[in-house]
Structures are given as C-alpha cells and as structure tokens.
C-alpha cells in the first residue's frame, strides 16, 4: 500500500521533469548554444545590474501588434481572393475586406494611448523617414487606413449596406480591384514592420535575428485566414471556399514556423529568455503553449 502511494505521488514529479528536460533540449537544439554557468559566472558585469533597461512599451503596443496584423492579413487574403479567387471566393473578399477596417480601427487609438497625447501621433506625420523603422510604420498606418476604408465602402455600397441613393451607386462603380492593389501593398508592409520595429531595438533577443518580419507576415496571414474561415463557417460558405482557406493557413503556419525556427537559431544565446528553462526564463510556455498549441497543432490537424 506505502508502495502504491509513493508511485502515485512520483508520476508527477516524473513527468515534470521529463516535460522539463524535453524543453531544455528542444532549446539547445533551437538556439545551438549550451548553457555554461562557470563561463558566464566570469563574464564582465558592472556590479550585477543589467546591461539594458527594460522595454517600456505596455500592453497599448501588444494590442496595435494583434490588430495590425490582423487588419493587414484580411485585407491581402481578401485582396487575393478578389483578384484571383472564383465567383464563390467573393465571400472571402467580402469578409476580408469588413475584418480589416474592423480590426484597423483601434490602431491610431492604441499608439495616441501609449504616446500619451494626441498632437505627438500628429508631430510623427511631419517628418518621413525612410530608415526609420517608427517613421514608415506610422505612414504605413495612415496609407493602409485610407485604402482599407476606401474598399470597404465600395463593398458595402455593392451589399446594398448604404441604401439606393446615386452616392451608393457612385461608390459601387469604382474600380475596387484596382484600388485593393496599393492597399495590399500596405498591408503587407504593415504586417511585417511591427517585427522590422523590434529587431532595430537594442533588446539582443529581438535584434539578432532579422528574420522576425517574415515571421510577423506570416503569422498574420494564418490568423486571418483562420479568422476569416471562422466567419465564413457561421454564414455556411461552400465547403470548397473553406478549403482553401485551410491550406492557405497551413502554408502560412509552416512558414511561420521555419522562420520562428530560423529566429531562435540566428539569436542563439539570446534567445535563451524566451526558450530556455532557467529560473528566469519562459521555455516551458514558449514550448507548450506558443509553439506546441499555437502552431504544431494547427498545422498537424
């Protein structure tokens, strides 16, 4: 009976630690570096405080990141189904189109929230820098912005959303396609600047990699899609146009995956916070929950 108890009470302990040790070596092989605590004891320091402050960004950033994503990867899956897609795809570009002003909206909000006043967000648009990651980025909004309302009032006027009147009808005559072309154009830029934002940070676990805006795009591009198809499966579209919303999503997982997976490499020991299993590090989630649940189970379903 003692016996039985003492099994019962180590399985945990078991499993722990195996789940544990599997994280640590899925980082050693991620990043190529082996943790060495004698070595990095002797390494210089300057009275143990660290050798970069911390970010101060707060969640209003993590929220523009999400929705600018977001807005940017249903404007191009829409865009992408208007150019290209059958009669039955238009409900991709309908939806699509809708999501990404939806999404887009709170954008100006979250960055005037952050900077703290308004006239700041103003004051940015005066200058346009083109080696400045913040520069592009906040005339990349504005850009994406207008072309992204201008679509959505086309198809909306299409609907027959904004009545019979000769203004809808104006609206409906435009030549969507052709405006949708520079907006996509936006839109990629807009997904992916936010990674370029970060890797021209001196945060070694953000700038030693350049790889984090192909990662940003690709991501955005699955979680619309999966989005998009989450819609579509509410208002019954036919099965053939959620198929290939599925594969348009398990391509970009993949992709997003190699170059996650090509971003922990290229840090290398930087990227042993986010990886690692150490007492200060977040291997254990990053493994379980970012990698593991968010993009190996998708992909694999």
């Not at 994503?69 to 409900?91: K, M, P, Q, T």
Request: charged share 15%; net charge positive.
């Amino acid at each position: 009976m003692e016996e039985n108890r003492l099994l019962t009470t180590k399985a945990p302990f078991r499993e722990g630690f195996s789940s544990l040790k599997l994280a640590e070596r899925l980082a050693t092989l991620t990043t190529g570096y082996t943790p060495d605590a004698e070595r990095e004891l002797q390494e210089a320091s300057y009275y143990d405080y660290p050798v970069l402050k911390a970010p101060v960004w707060r969640w209003e950033i993590i929220w523009y990141f999400f929705f600018g994503g977001l807005a940017a990867g249903c404007y191009v899956i829409a865009s992408i189904a208007s150019l290209f897609g059958s009669r039955e795809d238009r409900a991709v570009a309908r939806t699509g189109y809708y999501l990404s002003l939806l999404a887009v909206l709170p954008c100006p909000l979250l960055l005037t929230k952050d900077l703290g006043r308004p006239e700041r967000f103003l004051h940015m648009l005066r200058i346009f820098k083109v080696k400045s990651p913040m520069s592009m980025g906040t005339w990349s909004l504005v850009g994406f912005s207008l072309f992204s309302g201008i679509t959505t009032v086309i198809q909306a006027a299409r609907d027959g959303i904004l009545g019979r009147w000769w203004g809808s009808r104006v609206l409906a005559a435009l030549p969507q396609r052709l405006i949708a072309l520079p907006g996509t154009a936006f839109g990629l830029f807009l997904g992916g600047y936010t990674g370029v934002l970060l890797t021209a940070t001196s945060v070694p676990l953000w700038s030693r990699s350049k790889v984090l805006g192909a990662v940003f795009i690709s991501s955005a591009i699955s979680t619309s899609s999966a989005l998009i198809s989450l819609i579509l499966r509410f208002t019954r579209a036919p099965v053939p146009v959620l198929h290939k919303l599925e594969r348009l999503e398990w391509v970009a997982l993949l992709v997003e995956m190699t170059g996650l997976l090509a971003f922990l490499r290229g840090s290398g020991r930087a990227a042993r916070p986010l990886v690692g299993t150490g007492p200060t590090e977040h291997g254990r989630t990053f493994w379980r929950f970012v990698f593991g649940g968010g993009l190996a189970l998708p992909a694999a379903r």
